[in-house]
């Protein structure tokens, strides 16, 4: 395990920005809380963008690179935030990057840290604050540790105090301390630490190590994620990140070419007027702000900001797609649309090619987000409006109507066995227990109640469902119609904390945890995980079948694994065995892709793969009946994002998909047969348009070399069924027509 050196490291770490440049940790650290990313139980919509209902925080991710790696894939998103202001020192202050993840950031996140010096040369580190790689800030509560015992502990670990079950491990020593970061799952983060002196830009030697063996080193202004594929000494470049304006990020299509997806800048002069009183305006000029991102297919992400008169504010107010689509922001309420008491969005109107939404939050002259009782009302395009109350940033209270008067659905959720005025009520510490009363509108309305419990580091270890009738106003007294128990084994090796030990479901109340794996005559799902390895990989799971006592019956399965923590044998119910091998890549120690499945009665199943993008090439079935994939077009040109562009069948029919950007847009649209290329079109060829969200709206059907029929969809997916002769055409499809009604059509465009 390699680790950062956290005071003796910090001169030299490198946290290099979009803009190649760095920042010093007081910039860093000064938006406490999770106003960014997704915090644990925050009440998030859209999917494009995503909105914190509570602070209207925009959250914008853009996939760079996706592939397959030696134990996790290698995933790499550019991600941005909209909250671009706080008020610091008595005037507004830009967050780093103007709401970007950094180069490194965007990969491991990173960490914050008091560094301090006793007694001349003892050194304790403390105030541990992890900042994700999402933009989420995750603290860890009074963690401490020293480099000499004589003061404090050498070493300490906790979780995250928000419920993400994050674990943070300190270690010290006479030579200097190190921190880790692992996720519930056992994944360690090994992201840089700073204290708030300058860190240098772009200097030599800089080296981070991720769990996955991805080493990030940067190096003359270029930053290279290497993923180890192979083993510790094979390193293969995942992405290589250089240059100031554009930064190109470059990674390796199909036939090894080079693809890019560059970030540009635009220089803007910046003067904000928010008018809140005893904060002073932020002016700058020649700022670099993103001004668009060109994809590698040729598409891009374009962005414009709020204009001041002259001036720009630096608040985003457009972000085009790469599909055509458009989606504008508009600020409002507050003090020119921003909370002066913590720098987020009073009030935001959203369109998109859907219509508008907006966005009202109360109280927002003179208190935080984290306040209590706080409103924020949502008028989608309808209009239909939807209520949320919020106490110290999680959603109390949510009221939902037809239009703006009718009231349909209230939600209410009481925290931590509080039920006394819950839609205000303060939510002190972490989120141990949650009730949510559901009661629809209507005179006489009874309220159902569902329960979710949880451990001190955020798993859910008991779901209670009660009926309609339940009483409100305290502790649930009825019994739940529907129970669920879940517990967890001993974490089997370092930061392993979410291992399942058991699950029961029940018709009722639930045993105590130390009864889960016992069944009794409530009991209708019950299923046991034992023998974790070291890496948390399960050795066997059991089903209960029925019985209770000394007639129970279950049905198990048992599985081994390699040294990367591949499956190699699973053993059924019966006994049968199945053996899974990895592909090598041509490298002796890779064994990362799944290449072969030999089941029992002596069938197999076999895989290849293009390790580059690791993406499927070829798949043999059990009958030895072959399908291909290929990457690259029917004119020769390697897709840049991997997606498929042929499909060769079993009987050797070809079927071929092509892209193409919409015409006069910025974006791109999936132009090609949805989901029918494994067969040959003796029938027909088809074409499918996504609309400015990328949702499929139409469906092209044509006879080969005249098109017969439209079907227009409208803004929904695609619902197809498809029938093969025995030659492999394909003889009809369904779909929705202009009238919403279904319709068939085959071979030669009859309705059927």
């Given amino acids: 395990m390699t680790r950062h050196t956290v005071f003796a490291f910090a001169k030299i770490a490198m946290f290099v920005l979009l803009t190649g440049s760095a920042f010093i940790l007081n910039e860093a650290r000064a938006q406490v809380g999770s106003i960014t990313g997704y915090p644990p139980f925050a009440t998030i919509q859209g999917n494009v963008d995503a909105i914190n209902t509570v602070n209207l925080n925009v959250h914008l991710e853009i996939p760079v690179v996706h592939r397959t790696g030696r134990k996790l894939p290698f995933d790499y998103n550019l991600s941005y935030d909209s909250t671009v202001y706080y008020p610091s020192g008595g005037r507004w202050t830009p967050v780093p990057n103007w709401g970007w993840r950094g180069i490194t950031e965007a990969f491991l996140g990173y960490q914050t840290a008091t560094l301090t010096v006793v007694n001349g040369n003892v050194y304790v580190i403390s105030n541990l604050t992890f900042h994700d790689s999402r933009g989420t800030v995750h603290t860890f509560g009074n963690l401490e540790a020293c480099s000499s015992s004589s003061v404090c502990p050498t070493s300490a670990t ?15 020593n006479s030579s200097g301390c190190y921190g880790d970061v692992f996720t519930p799952s056992g994944v360690l983060i090994d992201a840089p630490v700073f204290f708030g002196q300058n860190v240098p830009t772009n200097g030599p030697g800089s080296l981070f190590v991720d769990s996955n063996n991805v080493i990030v080193s940067v190096s003359n202004g270029t930053v290279t994620f290497k993923d ?8 293969d470049t995942a ?10 990020y470059v990674y390796t299509g199909p036939h090894t070419t080079p693809e890019t997806v560059a970030v540009n800048y635009g220089s803007y002069s910046i003067q904000t007027n928010f008018g809140c009183s005893g904060i002073a305006e932020y002016t700058a000029s020649n700022v670099a702000l993103v001004s668009s991102i060109n994809l590698a297919d040729g598409t891009k992400y374009t962005f414009s900001y709020e204009k001041n008169g002259a001036y720009y504010t630096g608040r985003i107010t457009q972000i085009g797609l790469p599909t055509g689509g458009v989606i504008a922001y508009q600020y409002s309420g507050g003090s020119n649309g921003i909370d002066c008491a913590d720098g987020t969005t009073a009030g935001l109107a959203r369109t998109t090619p859907d219509g508008k939404w907006t966005y009202t939050r109360s109280n927002t002259t003179s208190v935080t987000y984290k306040a209590t009782g706080i409103t924020t009302t949502i008028l989608d395009p309808a209009p239909n409006k939807t209520v949320y109350t919020f106490s110290d940033g999680l959603e109390t ?6 239009g703006s008067s009718t009231l349909l659905d ?48 955020g798993l859910v270890t008991q779901g209670n469902e009660f009926d309609y009738g339940i009483n409100t106003g305290a502790a649930p007294t009825g019994t739940p119609i529907k129970a669920i128990l879940s517990t967890y084994a001993p974490a089997p090796g370092m930061g392993v904390n979410n291992r399942l030990a058991c699950i029961q479901v029940t018709a009722g109340s639930s045993p105590a945890p130390s009864s889960c794996s016992t069944p009794s005559s409530t009991t209708k799902a019950l299923t046991t995980y034992t023998g974790y390895d070291g890496y948390g990989n399960v050795g066997a799971v059991s089903r209960w079948v029925s019985g209770t006592g000394s007639s129970v019956r279950w049905l198990s399965r048992s599985y081994t694994y390699n040294s990367f923590g591949n499956v190699a044998t699973l053993a059924d119910v019966n006994g049968a065995q199945t053996a899974y091998s990895y592909n090598n890549c041509a490298q002796t120690n890779y064994l990362g892709l799944l290449s072969g499945i030999n089941e029992p009665l002596g069938l197999s199943r076999s895989w290849t793969w293009d390790c580059n993008g690791g993406v499927e090439t070829n798949i043999v079935d059990e009958n030895g009946q072959p399908t291909q994939y290929g990457y690259v077009s029917q004119g020769g040109t390697p897709d840049p994002l991997w997606r498929v562009s042929s499909t060769t069948d079993p009987l050797s ?19 090609g047969a949805p989901n029918f290329y494994h067969f040959h079109w003796l029938c027909y060829r088809g074409r499918t348009f996504d609309d400015g969200l990328s949702r499929p709206t139409n469906l092209y059907t044509a006879e080969t070399g005249s098109e017969q029929q439209r079907l227009r969809l409208g803004p929904k997916y695609l619902r197809m069924e498809r029938h093969r002769l025995r030659n492999g055409t394909i003889c009809s499809l369904f779909g929705n027509s202009a009238s919403g009604t279904a319709q068939r059509y085959g071979c030669h465009n009859h309705a059927v």
């Fill in 653 to 671: 029919n070809v079927g071929w998909r092509s892209y193409t950007a919409p015409s006069g847009s910025a974006g791109a649209t999936a132009e």
């Fill in 158 to 172: 906790g979780f995250a105090t928000d419920g993400s079950g994050l674990l943070e491990w300190l270690t010290c």
């Fill in 228 to 235: 180890t594929v192979f083993n510790s000494s094979q390193q």
């Fill in 239 to 248: 992405l290589t990140v250089s240059g100031t304006n554009p930064v190109n």
């Fill in 410 to 457: 209230t939600v209410l959720t009481c925290y931590n066995g509080n039920f006394a005025n819950c839609a205000t009520a303060s939510i002190a510490g972490q989120v141990t227990r949650k009730d949510a009363y559901h009661t629809p509108s209507g005179t006489g309305a009874k309220t159902s109640l569902s329960e979710t419990f949880y451990n001190s580091i």
């Fill in 397 to 402: 209270q949510r009221q939902v109507y037809a």
